[in-house]
């Protein structure tokens, strides 16, 4: 059984900073996708950011100049650093683990933005 430990999250102000690990100890990891996800209450689980196994980033818009998904093949683990946060970036966050024919999640971790 693969296990993704999502870590990091807590509460900040806004404007603050974030980083979010997410470490697995398969040897999938490095030819896998990974990709982070955030669920806000009654909102569908949105992708934030994905990293391909060979280092391709993507973002979706609202995030693009505050985030950064960047990868760790030897620690196999995949980062999000965020930066600038605001309000609206309240959620549960969540890793996956994309390979062929298969994917994994992670457990979650919440991350909140308030004053």
């Known amino acids: 059984q693969v296990q993704l430990v999502e870590s990091g999250g807590g509460l900040v102000q806004p404007g603050g ?3 979010l ?22 909102n569908q689980r949105e992708l934030v950011a994905s990293i ?3 280092g391709t980033t993507r973002y979706t818009d609202s995030v693009k100049g505050r985030f950064t998904i960047s990868r760790d093949n030897a620690k196999k683990s ?3 650093q965020m930066n ?3 309000p609206e970036d309240t959620a549960v966050y969540y890793c996956r ?3 062929p024919g298969l994917e994994y999640w992670g457990q979650g ?3 909140t933005v308030s004053s």
Do not use: E, H, N
Request: overall charge positive; aromatic content about 10%; some cysteine.
């Open 109 to 111: 971790t919440q991350v």
């Open 21 to 42: 690990s997410c470490a697995t100890s398969t040897d999938l990891f490095r030819i896998s996708a990974m990709t982070w996800y955030r669920q806000a209450p009654g």
């Open 17 to 19: 900073s974030l980083r």
């Open 84 to 86: 600038s946060l605001k």
């Open 78 to 80: 995949v980062y999000l």
């Open 52 to 54: 391909t196994s060979a």
């Open 97 to 99: 683990l994309q390979s």
